[in-house]
């Protein structure tokens, strides 16, 4: 049948025309913007060229958020991902009660974060908090804490909060595996290998590209992580626990340097890109596997 | 983030709304006013009742619509986006948050002086600190409706339990008081690090004004940029001992709701706030029975007490001028004394000026906050508090450092060091 390309650029444009608005629109505007000495307290906005991005080299508290950001894009596209897999991997074989793990595991992640950042205060709340009671119970008081508040202990507290919980990455890592050929992993198995070689040498390859998204996906949950952070420990102690948008809104909500705030927001912008590349390129992610 | 920013930048483009009109069939002009003085807010009914006595007195000239935007931070979010713009509401409440000089920074604000001075009525509500809170560069541009006298609230059963028989008069013997209440198994203070730290910053800021002159003079100093002083830093040193020894294990992360929920459950002895906090010690929701009887008030050690009226009510620019006499009209009546009084008695506010009289039935409705107000009245030393007078973005600073204080991680000049370098971004 032949295609009639005209029509091609008609039903593109409703969605290029929302695109241009909603995003680029905004984004070139958060670009413009960085440029301008831009405040609230401010009569007017004045044309500073990259002395905003000056400032930024120089400013400690954006090195702090930025590594910060980056450790936790690493975590969480390994850690997580990788969690999230390894029970994707187990429940395929579908061992008993692999349904009800599959969506209990999916839980937490449909819960708020508003509601997921308060259960957590509250886990690590150094008075009354679970895992001090739990301690104190097991004649481990010495190891008790102020978690969430104590510079050793906030960012790993921090990062548990989300890490564990990689429903999203187990339901499309096993959705894809269940639709896996049957007949590639009977082929390995009649060759003579085992569970574990079956795993590793055919489903996981074969597993590769939803990987790759998920990892995607992990790695702008991170580059948009926010309340969690707020609600815990809002970027502290000091700036221990604090990220890109967090501290994005800090220079925005309290020093109502909105030049500035975007100059933070285009770094956001520059370091979801890289990241994106870099996961992209080295799984593959868009290319034909066969 | 960008695309709050620039929905920001996008309300520009058009009114928001919020501005007065003048409504043309009858001539009557609308004054649109958001508030967050409304739904649970303690000062809801008292605003709910001077709007419906204001619409009555001006009927056919003036009429406040009411725009409900509950929680503060909201209110304070929706009035930044609005100087984004240029188009406030033509009045604005600065309470504790001080909207006046951003609102100022823009030139959007109406000078009141001519007409304060023009009317002795309207004048002789203006106490020197009120007009100090008021004014800039020897111009008036708000009006003060609510005072801000704080001082500290004690548990009086677990003063006597800890042979305590009065509060403390010098800082000497308040450490002491405190060691005598550990030592009956009390925790004496509560206290907290988030959302600013609005209690302990309540004691730091009480040490620093009664150290001497130059701390008095620090803390009467509009955004501070050196907090490298030694009273500060002797303060300071005082906080992080009180964090340490103290105070509760959750004081530290915890915000006002945990140091509030910790005097009223009868887990600390002391804790500083100001006076709206009384209704709470007879809320059952919040506290057990018969806690009021046990809750005595003080000043701070040395006599020092936080005087200084909430920033009140200010006019904004209007392309209509008969909108900013509407909007004067309004203020005038929301900090006339009737409007003092009635919060007085209504919700228990502290008025600005001291030229309300204390009715009877305010002494019978809050007893403890009249026997708080005769005390603060021999109190020989007063300031602002620390929050009010501190660049804003010292505020997030002072939260995240505060536990890096407890731990030892910053001594007290490190902590100092923190704050001075955060006031310089300002400059």
Redesign the interface.
């Known amino acids: 049948m032949k295609i009639k390309k005209g029509w091609i650029p008609v039903f593109l444009l409703p969605a290029v025309v929302l695109f241009l608005l909603i995003y680029a629109l905004p984004l070139a505007m958060v670009f413009g913007t960085s440029l301008f000495d831009y405040r609230l307290t401010a009569q007017k906005m004045t044309f500073i060229g990259f002395e905003n991005y000056i400032r930024l080299i120089h400013d400690p508290d954006f090195f702090k958020a930025l590594s910060n950001t980056v450790i936790w894009i690493f975590i969480q596209c390994i850690l997580h991902v990788a969690l999230g897999t390894i029970i994707a991997l187990i429940l395929y074989k579908k061992p008993r009660g692999w349904k009800f793990v599959r969506t209990a595991y999916m839980v937490p992640n449909i819960i708020s974060n508003a509601a997921i950042g308060m259960i957590f205060l509250n886990i690590f709340n150094p008075q009354f908090g679970v895992v001090n009671s739990v301690l104190k119970a097991a004649g481990l008081e010495k190891l008790t804490h102020n978690w969430l508040m104590d510079s050793a202990t906030a960012f790993p507290s921090v990062t548990l909060i989300w890490v564990l919980f990689a429903g999203y990455t187990t339901t499309l890592v096993l959705a894809q595996a269940l639709s896996l050929d049957e007949s590639m992993l009977e082929a390995a198995r009649v060759d003579g290998a085992t569970p574990f070689q079956v795993d590793m040498m055919v489903v996981l390859p074969m597993l590769k590209k939803i990987i790759g998204t998920t990892m995607v996906m992990a790695a702008t949950y991170m580059l948009q992580m926010f309340d969690l952070i707020y609600i815990t420990t809002n970027g502290g102690p000091g700036k221990t626990t604090t990220n890109l948008p967090l501290q994005l809104y800090g220079v925005y909500k309290t020093e109502n340097n909105y030049g500035y705030a975007n100059t933070i927001g285009v770094c956001i912008v520059l370091v979801g890109v890289i990241a994106m590349t870099v996961i992209n390129k080295a799984l593959k992610v868009n290319k034909e596997d066969y | 983030?960008?695309?709050v920013?620039?929905a920001a930048?996008f309300t520009g483009c058009g009114k928001s709304g919020d501005t007065a009109k003048s409504d043309s069939d009858n001539g009557v002009i609308t004054i649109n006013y958001p508030t967050f003085q409304c739904g649970v807010n303690t000062a809801a009914p008292v605003v709910a009742k001077l709007v419906a006595e204001f619409n009555k007195e001006y009927a056919g000239k003036y009429q406040i619509k009411l725009e409900e935007v509950p929680g503060d931070a909201n209110y304070v979010d929706k009035i930044?986006v609005q100087?984004?713009t240029g188009d406030l509401p033509p009045v604005v409440y600065g309470a504790g948050y001080n909207l006046l000089?951003?609102a100022l920074?823009?030139?959007l604000v109406v000078d009141l002086t001519d007409k304060v001075n023009a009317d002795p009525e309207w004048k002789a509500l203006y106490s020197k600190t009120a007009l100090n809170t008021n004014s800039r560069n020897g111009k008036i541009y708000a009006s003060s409706v609510e005072g801000s006298i704080v001082g500290y609230f004690y548990n009086k059963d677990l003063f006597a339990k800890a042979g305590i028989t009065e509060p403390a008069k010098t800082w000497d013997e308040f450490f002491q008081q405190c060691d005598k209440l550990k030592k009956a198994g009390i925790t004496p203070l509560a206290m907290d690090?988030?959302d600013s730290a609005w209690v302990t910053q309540l004691w730091w800021g009480a040490m620093v004004a009664t150290s001497n002159e130059n701390g008095l003079k620090f803390m009467q100093t509009m955004n501070p940029s050196d907090y490298n002083t030694p009273e500060m830093v002797a303060a300071v040193e005082k906080v992080q001992k009180m964090l340490k020894e103290y105070t509760?294990?959750?004081a530290?992360?915890g915000k006002y709701e945990n140091a509030a929920n910790n005097f009223l459950s009868g887990q600390a002895a002391m804790i500083a706030n100001g006076p709206w906090m009384i209704g709470d010690f007879s809320d059952t929701t919040k506290t057990t029975e018969g806690f009021a009887d046990k809750v005595g008030a003080a000043v701070y050690p040395g006599n020092f007490v936080y005087d200084a009226p909430i920033q009140g009510y200010f006019v904004t620019k209007q392309d209509d001028p008969k909108v900013e006499e509407a909007a004067i009209a309004m203020v005038k009546f929301f900090t006339s004394a009737h409007a003092q009084q009635l919060g007085l008695e209504m919700q228990g506010m502290v008025p600005a000026s001291d030229t309300v009289k204390i009715t009877d039935k305010a002494s019978e409705k809050y007893p403890l906050l009249v026997d708080f107000l005769g005390k603060a009245t021999n109190a020989s030393i007063r300031s602002d508090n620390m929050q009010a007078t501190m660049y804003?973005?010292l505020?997030?600073v002072v939260?995240?450092?505060l536990?890096?204080l407890?731990?030892g991680?910053?001594d007290a000049k490190a902590f100092c060091q923190k704050l001075t370098d955060a006031a310089a971004?300002?400059k």
């Open positions: 983030m960008a695309a920013m620039t930048l930044k100087l984004g000089d951003l920074a823009k030139n690090t988030a509760t294990l959750d530290i992360g804003s973005n505020l997030d939260s995240q450092e536990p890096r407890y731990s991680e910053l971004k300002n």
